[in-house]
């Protein structure tokens, strides 16, 4: 289909005044020649004293000069700047007040002459949402150096003050046991125990909080060495369960090794913990590659999880269970999970009441730090 020329100015003339950006062509001596209506919106200028105008116009007083020879410079050696390309810009309105701008170019000729295509786009809006959230992210990590010293100082003071009471309360005991009774023992016992309870799960309330902000850097690690650390540690609750391990080959990754070495210790300390009576407990770990990531799973023959605690048990001090059928305090998946999306990854589990549990956990193979 042949076009007139008529025909093709109007089909630019529309194009130009669709476009939802300002739209500018300056010929070789920087004069506008073309403009469009939303340059009048975004600049305050009606058309009428922008055409025929040098661009400095809309060039903030102090940089005007220097506008000048960067203009030249780009007419000799014309090349396509796109959008958003890290520049901070901005325009000078009619009243003199500035607006935050991105600002794309392109040569082009006309009529045989070499010219230039502005598209200019007003970034008000989403400069003012950035400082909005660079502010909001500094007060973040204001709340959480807060934090942070505020579980140093509840550490401190308060177990403290549980160190005396469960020293007194034992001193006690071994020194008027023969004037108490039965239930005056057992009283002082609960107390102690609770004690106990109290001074764990507040090193567990500070293990957790710190996970975010005493991270390690990652490094290349070997999670077979990780791996025989913690069955180290567990070694003697395997014993006591009876339990049959199975352990795959593990990659090596780039992670924060002391971090990982809690979600495997956590992982595993629960598939002995939750065990079913009489039945010969089985526990495998296995690894294997999904894409760009590892998957590692965890699975036993335990006593599984109820699928309707999908949802809460990741979360901090969620016990399914009695203190007097498995003791604990409801932290470590929650460790767990937040371990593993520090990493980049993800936690979930499959499980099957009364017959075990699965849990799967992802790592990158390229983890970039937070």
Aim: glycine share 8%; aromatic share 8%.
């Amino acid at each position: 289909m042949n076009l007139s020329s008529t025909s093709k100015d109007s089909i630019f003339k529309s194009l130009l005044q669709a476009a939802p950006d300002g739209v500018m062509v300056c010929d070789s001596r920087g004069v506008i020649t073309i403009a469009s209506d939303q340059c009048e919106a975004l600049f305050g200028y009606p058309l009428t004293e922008l055409v025929g105008q040098p661009i400095e116009l809309l060039v903030p007083d102090a940089l005007k000069a220097k506008h000048i020879g960067l203009r030249q410079r780009y007419q000799e050696m014309p090349r396509r700047r796109p959008m958003g390309s890290g520049l901070e810009l901005h325009g000078r309105r009619k009243d003199g007040s500035q607006v935050p701008v991105e600002i794309s170019l392109s040569g082009c000729v006309v009529d045989g002459e070499a010219c230039v295509i502005a598209v200019v786009r007003d970034v008000s809006d989403r400069r003012r949402l950035e400082s909005d959230l660079t502010r909001l992210i500094e007060q973040l990590k204001r709340s959480n150096g807060e934090l942070e010293q505020f579980a140093y100082i509840a550490s401190h003071d308060l177990q403290e003050p549980l160190r005396v009471v469960s020293g007194y309360t034992q001193l006690l005991k071994r020194r008027y046991v023969a004037q108490l009774d039965a239930e005056a023992n057992e009283y002082i016992d609960y107390a102690v125990d609770g004690v106990k309870r109290m001074q764990t799960l507040i090193h567990d309330l500070l293990a957790f909080a710190r996970l975010s902000t005493h991270g390690r850097g990652f490094q290349p690690t070997d999670l077979n060495f990780l791996l025989r650390q913690v069955l180290a540690n567990l070694a003697a609750q395997v014993d006591e369960a009876g339990a049959t391990m199975t352990v795959g080959e593990l990659p090596n990754l780039r992670v924060d090794a002391s971090q990982v070495v809690q979600v495997f210790q956590n992982l595993l300390s629960n598939a002995l913990k939750f065990r079913r009576p009489a039945v010969p407990l089985v526990i495998t770990l296995t690894a294997n590659r999904d894409g760009d990531y590892w998957r590692f799973t965890v699975s036993d023959n335990g006593i599984g999880i109820d699928p309707q605690y999908s949802s809460r048990i990741f979360e901090v001090f969620q016990r399914l269970h009695t203190r007097d059928q498995y003791p604990g305090n409801g932290i470590g998946l929650a460790i767990c999970k937040k371990v593993v999306e520090r990493h980049q990854g993800r936690i979930w589990f499959e499980s099957t009441l009364g017959e075990g549990t699965s849990f799967h956990f992802t790592l990158p193979i390229n983890a970039d730090e937070p």
